[in-house]
C-alpha cells in the first residue's frame, strides 16, 4: 500500500490514529501527537509524547489493537512513544547529581 502525504490519509487510516490516541489519551490525558509519514517501514507513524519514565507503558497499551490494524486491516500504521524534551533533560539532571557526591 502506498502512503498518502499527511493532508490525504485514507480515511482508514485517520480513523486508525485517532483510535490509537484515544487508547493513550484515555490513560494519559496530557499526551500530545505527531503525525507524519516515513519510508522505513513505509508507514505512517503516530508519536505519542508522554511525560513518563518508560514508555514501553505506552507500548503495551495499544499494542494488540496496532497488530490487529497492521495485519488483519492491513494498515501501515506505527506508533512512537517519547517522552518530552524537558522530562529526559531532568531526568538526566538527577542521574548525574546522584552520580556526582560533590554537587
Known amino acids: 500500500m502506498s502512503i498518502e502525504r499527511a ?11 485517532a483510535e490509537l490516541q484515544g487508547i493513550i489519551q484515555q ?3 496530557t499526551a500530545t501527537f505527531h503525525v507524519s ?3 522505513d517501514p513505509e508507514g505512517v507513524y503516530l508519536t505519542a509524547v508522554v511525560d513518563i ?3 514501553d507503558v505506552i507500548v503495551d497499551l495499544v499494542i494488540d489493537r496496532l497488530l ?10 506505527y506508533v512512537i ?3 518530552p524534551l524537558n522530562g ?4 538526566r539532571h538527577s542521574v548525574a547529581k546522584a552520580e556526582d557526591p560533590i554537587r
Open 27 to 29: 490513560r494519559y490525558p
Open 53 to 55: 519514565e518508560d514508555t
Open 68 to 77: 490487529d490494524l497492521q495485519i488483519e486491516e492491513e494498515l501501515p500504521v
Open 88 to 91: 529526559v533533560a531532568a531526568f
Open 81 to 83: 512513544p517519547v517522552r
Open 7 to 17: 493532508s490525504e490519509m485514507s480515511p482508514r487510516i485517520q480513523s486508525a490514529l
Open 37 to 39: 509519514c516515513r519510508d
